[in-house]
């Protein structure tokens, strides 16, 4: 199944991520250039990442939104977001024991469309352009080492999971995404050790 099936099977968990769904898809019928990040709305993945018991996550301090956020990156031509979701983690925590939690098509946990505002990376300009975002669930061993990625973020902490909502500095993104996935999380809790 490629990611535009997923995204179609994908049962949204509320008129955000429908209507978000609908944007996705409407992109991902209009050609292959979505995955690159020189159009002006592209792919992108996130790893929401929790502890066995469901009661922790892990966060990066993100140097370019100046707020603790989850983890994630760009497809840059890969289509196998799920895997471009672990290598992300991997890089920017090195936590490299995680493990996908199937929650949905694709093992999709949740999507989003976010917005980014225009800003400075590596000492050249990047305009204001659209993620597509599709996030992923992976559980994590807290005792594994965690690192820095320095020209990502500048702290790597596990922290209780309604603390994310507290740390984050960006309204939209603590009220309408972590406040959602904390709740899909409840939902989904099946799991839990």
Same mark, same amino acid.
């Not at 599709?134 to 902490?157: F, G, H, K, Q, W």
């Given at each position: ?18 209507? =978000? ?45 100046? *707020? ?24 920017? %925590?090195?936590? %490299? ?29 990047? *305009? ?12 994590? =061993? ?11 973020? *500048? ?39």
């Amino acid at each position: 199944m490629d990611l535009r099936e997923e995204i179609e099977l994908y049962t949204p968990f509320n008129a955000q991520e429908e209507a =978000d769904r609908h944007v996705m898809l409407r992109a991902l019928d209009c050609g292959s250039t979505c995955f690159e990040r020189t159009a002006p709305a592209h792919m992108t993945c996130s790893i929401w990442t929790v502890d066995p018991t469901a009661r922790q996550t892990l966060l990066v301090y993100h140097n370019i939104y100046n *707020s603790w956020s989850w983890i994630g990156g760009h497809a840059d031509g890969e289509r196998d977001l799920a895997a471009v979701a672990l290598r992300e983690l991997r890089e920017e %925590t090195g936590v %490299t024991g995680a493990c996908l939690i199937e929650c949905g098509p694709g093992a999709i946990f949740s999507l989003e469309v976010l917005p980014v505002a225009g800003h400075e990376k590596r000492g050249r300009y990047v *305009s204001s352009h659209t993620h597509l975002n599709v996030t992923y669930l992976a559980v994590a =061993d807290p005792a594994e080492p965690l690192r820095i990625c320095a020209d990502e973020n *500048s702290a790597v902490r596990w922290v209780p999971m309604e603390d994310a909502i507290a740390l984050s500095n960006e309204p939209w993104i603590r009220e309408r995404i972590y406040r959602k996935l904390i709740d899909k999380l409840r939902q989904h809790a099946d799991w839990v050790a």
